[in-house]
């Protein structure tokens, strides 16, 4: 029924950027277990089950970063362990919002962006299908 994003500075843009909490994976870890490591870390939260979205190269022309989207679910609260250079702030609204803000351009990370118009995409083909 919602989403978490994550706020912080950051500094390469000179800029508050609001995100989905995501983070780098380590050679030689799973993407499931980085993913639940970051969402622990920057939220508190807890997820019985991660559905994997989807894939997206971040940047082709000059990189091979990748990005891998998981949805968690079965959520429960925990504390939050941020490393001690980030300072965040965490929000939890209606994907509805989320989705206002990427239309405003307050949430300009790309796969934020890309995991929120997917997350929408989903329930409207939801609806539609429930409608049929």
């Known amino acids: 029924g919602g989403i978490w994003l ?13 995100e989905i909490p995501e983070g780098g994976c380590p050679i030689g870890t799973s993407t499931e277990e980085a993913a639940r490591r970051e969402l622990r ?26 990005g891998i989207v998981y949805l968690a679910t079965g959520l429960g609260m925990g504390q939050a362990e941020p ?19 990427v239309r405003e351009g307050l949430v300009t990370d790309s796969i ?13 083909e939801k609806k539609t299908h429930d409608h049929v």
Not at 112 to 124: K, M
Request: hydrophobic residues 40%; glycine residues 2%; proline residues 1%.
């Open 6 to 18: 994550v706020g912080q500075c950051r500094f390469t843009l000179e800029a508050y950027s609001w």
């Open 41 to 66: 870390e920057e939220t508190g939260i807890v997820a019985e089950r991660l559905e994997k979205l989807f894939e997206m190269h971040l940047s082709n022309s000059v990189s091979d970063e990748w």
């Open 83 to 101: 490393e001690e250079t980030e300072r965040l702030s965490v929000r939890r609204l209606p994907l509805e919002e989320a989705c206002r803000m």
């Open 112 to 124: 934020s962006v890309a995991a929120i118009q997917r997350l929408w995409i989903r329930e409207l």
